[in-house]
């Protein structure tokens, strides 16, 4: 309940997940059927970087700050176009003071006929989330523990869909709690696409957590990495990763052209990686 991404709005670990988001939101509007989006961490939706709390960290320099006006590469630039699009349209006088958050960049690249259910917990946060989508029809905010999102809300009536769990990682036992959510939500949503966040830091159980969802059997999950620095000096974030059930074929060749650039653009010491893999599933998954 302390947590405020406010301090970590736009940080590089936000670049690679709502670049991500962005794609996998570009590719559901490929169809014409409608799609809801269930955002289960949600946040406050749109953060000032000109704030008291964005200047007294100043993340977003080292993240978005470093992308938007950055000289992308051809076969990068139209993957980066969408998020970063979404970027520029709310700050039309140029530069950075408005940065949305997952729930905002979803409803920014929907169309009329598709839903977001956003759910936040924190009573203020879920009071300032509510007041920004006061009065849009396509948007549903709800005060409501996001791990509870993964029963009770699914599968969304469309029976098409993407669900974000972005989960502050502030408690112990949190990658289970990842992992365990996962199953629960699958059983119920088997066809839909998850992204789940987490950290990449000094003493996270990666291998672990990643062989706890080998072992759920979904037939596809991908992987993307991306580390900025080493993690032996720093007991904070030095990366984080996504893991997509149900990707889109095209989402591994894409990660492949976008994670090296984010890597050379983002890195902050030599020892800057990041990797796209299959955990489970085949290098090409066929199309849905």
């Known amino acids: 309940m302390n947590y405020r991404h406010i301090y970590h709005a736009g940080n590089f670990a936000d670049v690679l997940k709502h670049a ?13 059927k409608a799609f809801r989006v269930l955002d289960t961490h949600a946040g406050i939706g749109l953060y000032d970087l000109s704030s008291e709390e964005a200047q007294k960290t100043g993340e977003w320099q080292d993240g978005i700050g470093s992308i938007l006006d950055a000289d992308i590469p051809a076969k990068a630039k139209p993957l ?18 408005l940065y949305p958050g997952s729930p905002k960049l979803t409803r920014m690249l929907m169309r009329p006929q598709d839903r977001l259910s956003a759910m936040e917990l ?25 791990w509870l999102a993964l029963g009770a809300h699914l599968p969304p009536k469309e029976k098409r869909g993407l669900v974000l769990v972005d ?26 696409t998850f992204c789940l966040w987490y950290p990449l830091k000094q003493g ?69 990686s990041a990797r796209a893999f299959w955990l489970r599933g085949e290098e090409v998954p066929e199309r849905d």
């Open 80 to 97: 980066l176009q969408p998020y970063l699009t979404a970027v520029r349209d709310l700050n039309p006088d140029g530069g950075i003071k």
């Open 122 to 146: 924190h009573p203020d946060d879920y009071e300032t989330l509510h007041r920004l989508f006061d009065g849009d029809f396509q948007s549903r905010i709800t005060q409501l523990d996001g």
């Open 204 to 272: 996270a159980p990666i291998a672990a957590f990643h062989a706890a969802l080998k072992a759920l059997e979904i037939p596809k999950m991908l992987c993307a990495e991306l580390s900025v620095r080493s993690d032996r000096d720093t007991t904070g974030l030095s990366g984080s990763g996504l893991i997509i059930v149900n990707p889109p074929y095209t989402l591994k060749d894409e990660l492949d052209v976008l994670l090296p650039f984010l890597k050379d653009r983002l890195k902050q010491d030599r020892h800057a």
């Open 167 to 192: 989960p502050p990682f502030e408690v112990a036992g949190e990658f289970e709690r990842l992992a365990d959510g996962l199953a629960k939500a699958w059983r119920r949503f088997s066809g839909g």
């Open 20 to 32: 991500v988001l962005a794609r996998l939101i570009v590719y559901m509007t490929q169809k014409d």
